[in-house]
């Protein structure tokens, strides 16, 4: 392989090195042995989880290949799946607020369970399934543990800033270690055993079913909305209602004669009248995972545009460093107290934005060519590229999950979380479905404006932190101001 791979992979394993060894006792967040158990078991399930997951990401197109469906077909099972997560994965994801965070985890396991066990059947019509089941899973997994482990670690008293070290852990396992050995596995079973392609879903299920009986035997239950109530309309005007924290009342509505235009509509309508912090939150959200969505379905088409063949494993393994390197970084970001994620998270937007432009820079100056072994300098530049935007993702992640902690309401966060997916969702349709339409560099060009755009209103987010912050402490100065003598003195005494 050439010099460059070999030079570009060695030095993202020695800057994750670096990064995590060289930590000082700056860096690293004093916890307590009960926090650090708690912490153990959540990464334990939730890497088991992940490994569910991404045993299958490598492999599945390839089976529905094995299985002679054409591109059009398979285009429209990755759809369903998409589709899948935004109509019925809002919805049972958002049951989690009422009927638990834990059983909405367990659902997750035996649903995507039952999407592996699809994977055996050739039928088209059984694979539909399995990508509608696998699209629920989805929803699931990015909301209900989310949800989960934040009420549970407030529940048992611990320090509001311990969730970074496990967000910063769960993206550095979840989406970086876990990833890297799961693709080496999967590999391993398909091209170098040559085995059945369907036995990476196997496995996934097998990691999935252990996760499961941890879960089963090691969770205690946790709620969102504590009221009786466990109509679906009602919860999702509750999560609407909570968000405006008391400007709009809308549990005066007949639900019965509104059920077709009340839910996911009047939730997201809302949000974006009522709390601008959380629309924004969700904006964001939306314009960064759907840009890295892109990124992750034409980084090929830009680094082979002659349909050149490509070391993808080698490249998945390069990105996949990055994302690491990232939520390394960001952990070190999020343990000084005096930095706000709102204000370095403007700059990795920033940044991502600059990165998508390479494609189009690049076609320009010097065309891209990767083959085989050999790439150009246009192809080095793209892909170091790539490299610095999944380092931003790697960032995004525990990021936009502590801000995410800072801003949504307990009492219907999974619902919340999951509203804001729909607007992903039907962005990846689109994308999906016109793929072949457009240029590439017309794809990396939007997706870079609106990775400007949330940069844009990451500032504004920043704006109305700072406003809070000064609001909070003028309270505290009247409240020093007017404190009794008496008691003013008593605290001195008490010093």
Same mark, same amino acid.
């Given at each position: 392989?050439?010099? @460059?791979?070999?030079?570009?992979?060695?030095?993202?394993?020695?800057?994750?090195?670096?990064?995590?060894?060289?930590?000082?006792?700056?860096?690293?967040?004093?916890?307590?042995?009960? /926090?650090?158990?708690?912490?153990?078991?959540?990464?334990?399930?939730?890497?088991?989880?992940?490994?569910?997951?991404?045993?299958?990401?490598?492999?599945?197109?390839?089976?529905?290949?094995?299985?002679?469906?054409? =591109?059009?077909?398979? &285009?429209?099972? @990755?759809?369903?799946?998409? #589709?899948?997560?935004?109509?019925?994965?809002?919805?049972?994801?958002?049951?989690?607020? =009422?009927? &638990?965070?834990?059983?909405?985890?367990?659902?997750?396991?035996?649903?995507?369970?039952?999407?592996?066990?699809?994977?055996?059947? *050739?039928?088209?019509?059984?694979?539909?399934?399995?990508?509608?089941?696998?699209?629920?899973?989805?929803?699931?997994? /990015?909301?209900?543990?989310? !949800?989960?482990?934040?009420?549970?670690?407030? =529940?048992?008293?611990?320090?509001?800033?311990?969730?970074?070290?496990?967000?910063?852990?769960?993206?550095?396992?979840?989406? +970086?270690?876990?990833?890297?050995?799961?693709?080496?596995?999967?590999?391993?079973?398909?091209?170098?055993?040559?085995?059945?392609?369907?036995?990476?879903?196997?496995?996934?299920?097998? @990691?999935?079913?252990? &996760?499961?009986?941890?879960?089963?035997?090691?969770? !205690?239950?946790?709620? +969102?909305?504590?009221?009786?109530?466990?109509?679906?309309?009602?919860?999702?005007? #509750?999560?609407?209602?909570?968000?405006?924290? #008391?400007?709009?009342?809308?549990?005066?509505?007949?639900?019965?004669?509104?059920?077709?235009?009340?839910?996911?509509?009047?939730?997201?309508?809302?949000?974006?009248?009522?709390?601008?912090?959380?629309?924004?939150?969700?904006?964001?959200?939306?314009? %960064?995972? +759907?840009?890295?969505?892109?990124?992750?379905?034409?980084?090929?088409?830009?680094? !082979?545009?002659?349909?050149?063949?490509?070391?993808?494993?080698?490249? %998945?393994?390069?990105?996949?460093?990055?994302?690491?390197? #990232?939520?390394?970084?960001?952990?070190?970001?999020?343990?000084?107290?005096?930095?706000?994620?709102?204000?370095?998270?403007?700059?990795?937007?920033?940044?991502?934005?600059?990165?998508?432009?390479? *494609?189009?820079?690049?076609?320009?100056?010097?065309?891209?060519?990767?083959?085989?072994?050999?790439?150009?300098?246009?192809?080095?530049?793209?892909?170091?590229? %790539?490299?610095?935007?999944?380092?931003?993702?790697?960032?995004?992640?525990?990021?936009?999950?502590?801000?995410?902690?800072?801003?949504?309401?307990?009492?219907?966060?999974?619902?919340?979380?999951?509203?804001?997916?729909? *607007?992903?969702?039907?962005?990846?349709?689109?994308?999906?479905?016109?793929?072949?339409?457009?240029?590439?560099?017309?794809?990396? &060009?939007?997706?870079?404006?609106?990775?400007?755009?949330?940069?844009?209103?990451?500032?504004?987010?920043?704006?109305?932190?700072?406003?809070?912050?000064?609001?909070? +402490?003028?309270?505290?100065?009247?409240?020093?101001?007017?404190?009794?003598?008496?008691?003013?003195?008593?605290?001195?005494?008490?010093?």
């Amino acid at each position: 392989m050439e010099v @460059f791979y070999y030079l570009l992979f060695g030095g993202l394993v020695a800057a994750v090195a670096a990064m995590e060894l060289g930590k000082t006792r700056k860096d690293r967040v004093a916890i307590s042995s009960a /926090f650090s158990s708690f912490r153990n078991n959540f990464l334990l399930v939730y890497s088991l989880m992940m490994a569910g997951d991404w045993l299958q990401d490598p492999y599945v197109y390839y089976l529905y290949i094995q299985y002679g469906f054409n =591109k059009g077909d398979i &285009g429209r099972l @990755f759809i369903a799946g998409f #589709g899948s997560s935004m109509l019925f994965g809002t919805i049972v994801a958002s049951l989690a607020d =009422k009927q &638990g965070r834990k059983s909405a985890c367990v659902t997750y396991c035996i649903t995507y369970i039952l999407s592996c066990m699809t994977k055996h059947s *050739p039928d088209y019509k059984v694979l539909m399934v399995g990508r509608i089941l696998a699209g629920i899973s989805t929803s699931l997994l /990015f909301s209900a543990f989310e !949800s989960w482990l934040v009420a549970e670690h407030n =529940k048992r008293g611990f320090e509001p800033q311990w969730l970074s070290v496990t967000f910063s852990k769960a993206i550095l396992l979840g989406n +970086g270690l876990i990833a890297i050995v799961s693709g080496l596995f999967a590999t391993l079973l398909i091209e170098n055993l040559e085995l059945d392609p369907v036995l990476p879903f196997d496995a996934a299920a097998c @990691f999935l079913a252990i &996760g499961m009986a941890i879960i089963l035997s090691s969770w !205690s239950e946790n709620y +969102g909305d504590p009221s009786e109530s466990n109509d679906l309309i009602a919860q999702f005007n #509750g999560a609407a209602a909570a968000i405006a924290s #008391g400007k709009c009342d809308l549990t005066s509505v007949d639900h019965q004669n509104t059920s077709l235009i009340l839910g996911p509509s009047v939730a997201l309508i809302v949000v974006l009248i009522t709390d601008e912090k959380i629309a924004l939150l969700g904006a964001i959200q939306s314009l %960064f995972e +759907g840009s890295m969505y892109t990124v992750a379905f034409l980084y090929a088409p830009a680094l !082979s545009p002659n349909d050149e063949e490509i070391p993808r494993v080698f490249i %998945f393994a390069t990105f996949v460093l990055s994302s690491m390197l #990232g939520s390394s970084i960001a952990s070190r970001l999020m343990t000084h107290a005096t930095l706000k994620v709102e204000s370095y998270m403007r700059i990795v937007f920033l940044i991502s934005a600059f990165t998508l432009l390479l *494609p189009i820079v690049s076609n320009f100056l010097a065309a891209p060519s990767v083959q085989g072994d050999s790439i150009s300098f246009g192809g080095c530049i793209l892909l170091l590229g %790539f490299c610095v935007f999944e380092a931003c993702v790697g960032i995004f992640w525990p990021s936009i999950m502590m801000m995410r902690s800072q801003y949504i309401p307990e009492e219907a966060r999974s619902t919340i979380m999951n509203l804001f997916r729909i *607007p992903l969702n039907i962005f990846v349709c689109v994308v999906l479905y016109n793929v072949n339409a457009f240029p590439v560099t017309i794809m990396f &060009g939007m997706c870079s404006i609106f990775l400007f755009v949330a940069s844009v209103l990451q500032k504004r987010l920043m704006s109305h932190e700072f406003e809070t912050d000064m609001k909070e +402490g003028d309270d505290e100065a009247e409240t020093r101001t007017f404190e009794p003598k008496g008691a003013v003195e008593h605290s001195h005494t008490s010093m």
